[in-house]
């Protein structure tokens, strides 16, 4: 199961800068050692024992992307994404330690665009960071619908949605939406395959690079939170199967 | 630091977990069951029955023969007195002095001329000596030394006495006519109730652990009733006080076991370094499998289900688990279930076949069932015997592994609706067969 990959995602002398990882834990030791390991692996890390610290560390610094645990002292991880969703689209990571279920549904609610089960293999957790720093790639359609045809091509519209697959900006009747970059890449599978019913699994392998083991809550909720933010009536659910994009 | 008793992914395989049910036709073998209580508890009653009509027979028969006899003598000795001045030459009115209405000599019963013996009397005999024929009282007495005896007929009484006893025999009979049917079902609801006991222990041993009699009578089988319900109470908080207790464990052992996993990798190469790894490895997953142990035993899981493409996850869960395996697939099966579930089953069983048995490993997959066999020494009969138990690996050369992975997967299988069989195949082998619930599954 892990994949032993020992290669730097980005080198610590590389030209782009590295990419900053702001870690909120409470256990010392967990924070230290998830620290030292992402530090090996060429991530720059700031790092914060609770949640109230973690925001304003947050505000200060601006990482990249945050891995945040669920149970932390005086603003817990949910409470912690619920804030920091408020201003920002970084991507989120939750770490869950527990068995239960539920934190790892109201993180994801909360905004959150993944989540890994304590204790995670260091390999695991940077194939899951990659993944959700990747930039965001556009497959155009075979057979594109909704073109518009006043622009380049770039820009695909659909009763009030409008996609520009160049800039990856979405708006709404007009006005510019702030999608996460799991959101986004979400809906450009969804767009890249109108009225194609998309299974969960194949999405989870798309958008999260999951395999079979995966949680596809992960999908479900990020569709919520998709919906929410372009509107419930686009993206319909196929019961047992999955999801489809309404033309 | 547990014991197998736990009903969720239990000791017991699928086949034995199976509640049992009355089958058609054992109510009528219950009835007819010699050894039910019902038959005894009418014994007794009919015999209590018998024993009342007895005495009330004997009494009843005594004290109308007590009565009979003394109007039968008073009958006698008013004869024997009008035979006495008759004797005396006072011949009563009406009477044929030829035919007199005493007897004299001879013709006295030996009986009653010994009971006479010397004195003058009068003495009184009942004579049965031909019962058939009817029965008489004579009344004796001597007159003037004369020995003379008068006979009175009592057959008339004799035969009505000897019906009394009939007819109270009869009505005898005719009571225990009524007593016994209604005494089996006076017994019924008496039974019921004992039954009702039984049937809810044997819930509860079958995992059903919140099953209760809830039983409100205050009489003795309302005390078993409740007695079993007590314990039925104090056995679901002990299981959960236990269930808590590992659930607890796992969790806390978590934290710092997250450290570790994070701190191993980090170590420079080498061979502590490799062990050290792979041992962090080894509890982590232990650790794991002991948190799914106890979410399976609170019962609680519930299987997502979706569309899965049959052959291709059993072949995705198969390679994951880096071990040399054949995966033959008939056809494109697809089924709806629970993916995350069945990949836990497919890799706990494809491990358990490595493991403890000898390669090749192989698995079949068709439209409904997936069939993982190895070519070891099989199975321990222990442990088809009475399902996998925590931490028993049975045989010695079952030395690694820690007895979980079944356990999972039976847990996982009993959650996706599925059943999971075990069984040894001739010449060697151990099979794992797991049929997934009908109606799910389509051809593509």
Known sequence: MPRHDSKPAEQPDGAPAPVHVLLVEDDEAIRRSLAMALERYGYRTSAAPDGLTGLEMFRDKHPDLLLLDVMLPHLDGIGLCHRVRETSQAPILMMSARGDSLDVVGGLEAGADDYVVKPVDTPVLLARIRTLM?????????????????????????????VDTRCLEVRVDGRLLALTPMELRLLLEFVSAPGIVLERQTLLRRVWDYGWDSDSRVVDLTVQRLRRKIGADHIETIRGFGYKFRR | ???????????????????????PGRALRRLVDPRSLRWKITAAVAAAACAMALGIGVLVHHSTEVRSMS????????????????????????RNPAEPGYVTGDEIPDQLRDLLGSRSGPVTWYDTRKPAQGASMWAAARVDGTVMAVQTDM???????????RHMKYAAIATL?????????????????????????????????????????GDEIGEISSAVDHMADALRERLRAEQRFTADVAHELRTPLTALVTSASLLAEGEAAHLVRDRVQALRVLVDDLLEISRLDVGTEQAEVRRVPLGELVTE????????????????????TDPRRLDRIVTNL???????????????????????????????????AHGPRRFHTGAAERGRGHGLGLTIAIG????IGARLTLANTTPDGAVAVLSLPPGGSQEL
């Not at chain 2, 057959?155 to 006893?165: G, I, K, P």
């Not at chain 2, 009524?178 to 819930?203: C, G, I, K, N």
């Open chain 2, 71 to 94: 109007i039968g003598r008073a009958g006698a000795l008013r004869e024997l007195q009008a035979a006495q001045a008759e004797f005396r030459g006072h011949p009563s009115a009406g």
């Open chain 2, 155 to 165: 057959t008339t009484d004799l035969f009505s006495r000897q019906a009394l006893d």
């Open chain 2, 317 to 336: 869960s198969a390679q994951r688990t880096g071990l040399e395996t054949r995966v033959l697939v008939t056809g494109r099966p697809v089924v709806h």
């Open chain 2, 177 to 217: 006519a009524v007593v016994v049917p209604l005494t089996l079902l006076a017994a019924e609801p008496v039974l019921r109730r004992l039954r009702r006991v039984a049937a809810t222990a044997r819930r509860i041993r079958h995992g059903e652990l919140d099953a209760r009699t809830a039983s409100r009578h």
């Open chain 2, 412 to 415: 996982q299988a009993r959650v």
């Open chain 2, 350 to 384: 494809v491990l358990n076949a490595h493991r403890h048995g000898r390669p090749p490993v192989e698995v079949t997959v068709d439209a409904t069932s997936i069939v993982v066999r190895d070519h070891g020494s099989g199975f321990p009969a222990d442990l088809l």
């Open chain 1, 134 to 162: 990747r930039r965001t790639a556009f497959t155009p359609p075979s057979a594109p619908a909704g073109r518009s045809p006043h622009d380049d091509g770039s820009v695909l519209a659909f009763r009030g949605l409008s």
């Open chain 2, 1 to 23: 630091m547990r014991r197998p008793t736990a009903p969720g992914t239990g000791a017991a395989p699928s086949a034995r977990t199976a509640v049992h049910r009355a089958p």
